[in-house]
Nanobody, 121 residues
Framework: QVRLVESGGGLVQAGGSLRLSCAAS????????MGWYRQVPGNQRELVAV???????NYGSSVKGRFTISRDDSDNTVYLQMNSLKPEDTAVYYC???????????????WGQGTLVTVSS
């Protein structure tokens, strides 16, 4: 069984920083795309940032220039460095990854349990 375990959420004042981590565990051959999404109750889940296996990144428009996604393939972990946080960044942040589970590249998409980020004004 494969899973993603997130950490690093919490309460921070506006203008502050937080770093989220997400580690993949279980039996798999590798990790394809990894990313972060967020959701506010009553709203759809939205893209925060994704990073491919060759390091290409894509960011949601509301976080460009403030957030940075990175990954460490030696321990199958993805990070989200969040700077200049705003109250509107308050949400549950979910890690997402495509884990390669077959020798021919077949993968399974996995979600983490979510970690709450609260930014106070």
């Amino acid at each position: 069984q494969v899973r993603l375990v997130e950490s690093g959420g919490g309460l921070v004042q506006a203008g502050g920083s937080l770093r989220l981590s997400c580690a993949a565990s279980g039996s798999f051959f590798g990790v394809n795309v990894m990313g972060w999404y967020r959701q506010v109750p009553g709203n759809q889940r939205e893209l925060v940032a994704v990073i491919t296996s060759n390091g290409r990144t894509n960011y949601g428009s509301s976080v460009k220039g403030r957030f940075t996604i990175s990954r460490d393939d030696s321990d199958n972990t993805v990070y989200l460095q969040m700077n200049s946080l705003k109250p509107e960044d308050t949400a549950v942040y979910y890690c997402n990854a495509r884990l390669v589970i077959t020798t021919t590249g077949g993968y399974v998409e996995v979600w983490g349990q979510g970690t709450l980020v609260t930014v106070s004004s």
